[in-house]
T-cell receptor
Framework: AQSVTQPDIHITVSEGASLELRCNYS??????LFWYVQSPGQGLQLLLK??????LVQGIKGFEAEFKRSQSSFNLRKPSVHWSDAAEYFC????????????FGAGTILRVKS | DTGVSQDPRHKITKRGQNVTFRCDPI?????LYWYRQTLGQGPEFLTY????????KSRLLSDRFSAERPKGSFSTLEIQRTEQGDSAMYLC???????????FGPGTRLTVT
């Protein structure tokens, strides 16, 4: 079955440190993948997306993600975290056979310590 | 503001009452999606519309839930006889024809007491 796994429920990093959030997917065809960010009580903001082509994609706010087909992964990275990056991050895959609905992981809560 | 809007942002209701939420998508977007997000989980798909046609409903959408998009513009999600398990954030998203990028509204937080 199509699914998205985010193994880390919480991650704490120091301000200025690098960040990597993990995402693994299970999908039979070529996946279309997204990372969204959600601040408390807010909706979802798209950080970046991968459809095809270059496997390293750049997004907003200095984030990037790398698609690795052999590992079924789409990990999110940022070289230097800012306190304002504290939020919850969701990885998602488009389920194209069913009206392009999104299937989300359970999310990773990022805490930034000063 | 040309983004997706939802109303109300917060709703507190007593068990057994009916509630209705509204979503206004981005104007040129022909597809509209509803998701539900409970605490500690990612959003889960409920249903979607292409123009005014409701094309799919999740098994999460029990008989107490109904959604409409009467003129292919705004959509409403109604929950009848609310239960405490309905407490969640209800998110709406829209997408334009041929795209895969969903734009989300701020959500409606429902609390059933």
């Amino acid at each position: 079955a199509q699914s998205v796994t985010q193994p880390d429920i919480h991650i704490t990093v120091s301000e200025g440190a690098s960040l990597e959030l993990r995402c693994n997917y299970s999908y039979g065809a070529t996946p279309y993948l997204f990372w969204y960010v959600q601040s408390p009580g807010q909706g979802l903001q798209l950080l970046l997306k991968y459809f095809s082509g270059d496997t390293l994609v750049q997004g907003i706010k200095g984030f990037e993600a790398e698609f690795k087909r052999s590992q079924s992964s789409f990990n999110l990275r940022k070289p230097s975290v800012h306190w304002s990056d504290a939020a919850e991050y969701f990885c998602a895959v488009v389920f194209m056979e069913y009206g392009n609905k999104l299937v989300f992981g359970a999310g990773t809560i990022l805490r930034v310590k000063s | 503001d040309t983004g997706v809007s939802q109303d109300p942002r917060h709703k507190i209701t007593k068990r057994g009452q009916n509630v209705t939420f509204r979503c206004d998508p981005i104007s040129e977007h022909n597809r509209l999606y509803w998701y539900r997000q409970t605490l500690g989980q990612g959003p889960e798909f409920l249903t979607y519309f292409q123009n005014e046609a409701q094309l799919e409903k999740s098994r999460l959408l029990s008989d107490r839930f109904s959604a409409e998009r009467p003129k292919g513009s705004f959509s409403t999600l109604e929950i009848q006889r609310t239960e405490q398990g309905d407490s969640a954030m209800y998110l709406c998203a829209s997408i334009r024809q041929g795209s895969y990028e969903q734009y989300f509204g701020p959500g409606t937080r429902l609390t059933v007491t």
